[in-house]
């Protein structure tokens, strides 16, 4: 008898959504000792799912048919003091965004043990030392248990939340996209600290993921959902070697293969060159200063016209800062940024302004840097309007942008609220597109979007730096997507360049160990 079994589950969604169910029949077992992956894009029920299972489902979506049963009972009428107590003992859950589900004015250690004392009988002395037990065992010993959740990683508090999840020994893990916004090497070690724990507690886990990487390297079975159905479940070898549906051989086609195609431009020109860039950071203190942290370490780099250069590299290696420095939004401590020969790290801000469109951005999280209280088209003709453009010249071209990018001009109203991501993230690229620039920065642009949206999002950006002949730099911290995309790749680690050169020579002959780490870190290489 399986450890958990989903019968027929049917969960409603509150009147006036964009459909009447959540889930609809969804029937799935949770075999003892196995890792079970569910599968599939944003949207699809995944988490729903996990939260019915938890008991945890928001107010106004409730279950409306069929059976949850966990070793025999079903959960589903269970009273809710009782799912209160199962809850962490019998069945624990890692959520997808730690820093959300942390409290941040509470210390990490404080919160793990608050757990164990609300489960057990133990001191808190008790509690604080199984705590320290706990993370050891996450390999979290060099951090404190006083320490703060914004005072460490995004992959430590990861684990902070995987030591919470398992202070009471579940039998059942669920997983919600644990590794989602993490470094490819970060994401490595927390599926491997999932797989190691799940073997030596003989837990079950079901592991929510929107990547068949992921699937291939974690997985003995997998379900495949997709507008709240199961479209596809079976053992993980025979779903990812011979799919049935055609949404799961879509899914799988769109996972990048980290095969680089692309020829180096022929003619190379020169378009922006950065010589000697250093940047540093330093923290104020009430009574001193802290010692500055470079963040750029003397890095050069070439920018030709109609290519792409990748720059990767994981968290902190300064991918971010040497864009920001690039296009102006910070000042560097030395080094010249040139465009077309013109330094313009160092040039007057009243100088800058009329080469500022020139050079434009596209960024990470495209919903914090879209402004929600305004529409479309006054987000879109902000920049020309800056720049002189007439109004009506603005709104004509706000909308022949909207449909380069792939979406209708009847958006131009609407509010960035109103759009999934891959849509937001469109909208983010119409923006930088209005000034007709010469070098595009796109900064993690597709490391938060399902896997077929972000091949959507990247054969956008491929085509229209081909239409536009433009020099676009690419930040990602996957080397699968940078070999989708860039002609050359620069590999950055601590704010100094590891190696650069031809993307398909990188991949095929890492110079050095930090790269190759990288490239072994690439969830189901092997396999897809």
């Known amino acids: 008898m399986p450890l958990a079994s989903l019968q027929n589950l049917t969960v409603s969604l509150p009147e ?37 299972i938890m008991g945890l489902l928001p107010r106004g979506v409730a279950p409306a048919g069929g059976r949850i049963l966990f070793d025999g009972t079903d959960l589903l009428r269970e009273p809710a003091e009782a799912m209160r107590r199962r809850r962490g003992r019998d069945i624990a859950m890692i959520f997808q965004d730690p820093m959300a589900a942390l409290n941040p004015v509470v210390a990490i250690g404080k919160q793990v043990s ?12 008790q509690a604080l030392e199984r705590t320290g037990v706990l993370f050891q ?66 837990m079950s886990v079901l592991l929510i993921t929107h990547d068949f990487g992921v699937v291939a390297d974690m997985a003995n079975s997998v379900a495949v959902m997709r507008h709240g159905h199961i479209v596809e479940s079976g053992a993980t070898r025979q779903v990812l070697g011979n799919p049935s549906h055609p949404y799961t051989q879509s899914l799988i086609a769109a996972v990048p293969k980290g095969e680089s195609r692309l020829l180096p431009t022929p003619q190379p020109q020169a378009l922006v060159q950065v010589v000697n860039l250093t940047k540093r950071f330093q923290r104020a203190r009430l009574f001193s200063r802290s010692k500055p942290k470079t963040a750029l370490d003397d890095i050069s780099l070439t920018l030709n016209r109609g290519e792409t250069l990748g720059v990767v590299g994981e968290s902190g ?157 690419f930040i990602t911290h996957d080397m699968r997507v940078a070999a989708q995309i860039c002609h050359r790749v620069m590999v950055m680690r601590h704010g100094r360049i590891v190696e650069q050169g031809l993307t398909q020579d990188i991949f095929a002959a890492p110079a050095s160990d930090y790269t190759k780490a990288l490239l072994a870190a690439i969830p189901g290489r092997q396999a897809l």
């Open 114 to 125: 608050e757990q164990i004392r609300a489960h057990q009988q133990f001191s808190e002395s």
């Open 317 to 473: 290696s300064g991918k971010s800062t040497l864009a920001r420095c690039m296009i102006r939004l910070l000042d560097p401590d030395a080094g010249e940024v040139r465009l077309e020969g013109a330094d313009i790290a160092h040039m007057p801000l009243a100088k800058l302004r009329p080469l500022r469109r020139r050079i434009q951005m596209v960024f990470q999280d495209p919903f914090s840097s879209l402004n929600p209280r305004q529409n479309v088209c006054d987000i879109l003709i902000a920049g020309p309007k800056a720049h002189g453009e007439p109004l009506n010249e603005a709104r004509k071209h706000a909308a022949d942008m909207l449909e380069l990018v792939g979406l209708s001009p009847q958006c131009l109203n609407r509010l960035p609220h109103e759009f999934s991501g891959g849509q937001r993230q469109r909208i983010g690229l119409a923006r930088a597109l209005m000034l007709k620039p010469d070098v595009l920065i796109a900064d993690e642009p597709v490391s938060a979007l399902d896997v077929t949206v972000q091949a959507q999002v990247l054969k956008l950006l491929d085509d229209v730096r081909r239409q536009m002949n433009l020099a676009m730099l």
């Open 137 to 202: 065992e996450m390999g979290l010993g060099d951090v404190s248990p006083g320490a703060f959740p914004h005072q460490i990683s995004g992959g430590q508090r990861q684990r902070v939340m995987i030591a919470m999840a398992l202070s009471l020994s579940p039998k059942l893990l669920i997983a919600d996209e644990p590794t989602t916004a993490l470094d490819v090497t970060t994401q490595a070690q927390i599926l491997r600290l999932i797989k190691k724990l799940q073997a030596e507690r003989e």
């Open 16 to 52: 006036g959504a964009d459909r009447p169910l959540a889930i609809e029949d969804v029937s799935l077992d949770i075999g003892r000792k196995e890792i079970v992956c569910i599968v599939g894009e944003s949207g699809s029920g995944k988490s729903v799912t996990a939260h019915a």
